[in-house]
């Protein structure tokens, strides 16, 4: 299993950026996929999420209401877009296929496969 993201970018606060991410090499049907983003020197940290048994999506705090995550199964592709983007959103963002369902959504733990990337650089 491998993904791809791609779509960051530099941005003045306020604008949109459209993250994606293509999954290859297995199944992502009925798989619940998720964003994560970090800033160096801290944590990983939960973005968004969708359910693949039923798409129910759920955010961080910091997303809700400007970041809508989707998906398009048929593609294996799936998306984050980011509106009213502020500087405090800057950070490298990374997709994750979960395997687990043990835990919570935003515990890192229940993901196994992971993209390389992709950095948001939002300037005020």
């Known amino acids: 299993v491998q993904l791809q993201a791609s779509g960051g970018g530099r941005v003045q606060a306020g604008a949109s950026l459209r993250l994606s991410c293509e999954g290859s090499g297995g199944s992502f049907s009925g798989v619940s996929m998720s964003w994560f983003r970090q800033v160096p020197g801290k944590e990983r940290e939960f973005v968004a999420t969708?359910?693949?048994?039923?798409?129910?999506?759920y955010y961080a705090d910091s997303a809700k209401g400007r970041f809508t995550i989707s998906r398009d199964n048929a593609k294996s592709v799936f998306y984050l877009q980011m509106n009213s983007l502020k500087s405090e959103d800057t950070a490298v963002y990374y997709c994750?296929?979960?395997?687990?369902?043990?835990?919570?959504?935003?515990?890192?733990?229940?993901?196994?496969?992971w993209g390389q990337g992709t950095q948001v650089t939002v300037s005020s």
């Open positions: 994750a296929r979960r395997w687990s369902y043990s835990g919570g959504y935003a515990d890192l733990s229940q993901y196994n496969f």
């Open positions: 969708i359910f693949g048994s039923n798409g129910s999506t």
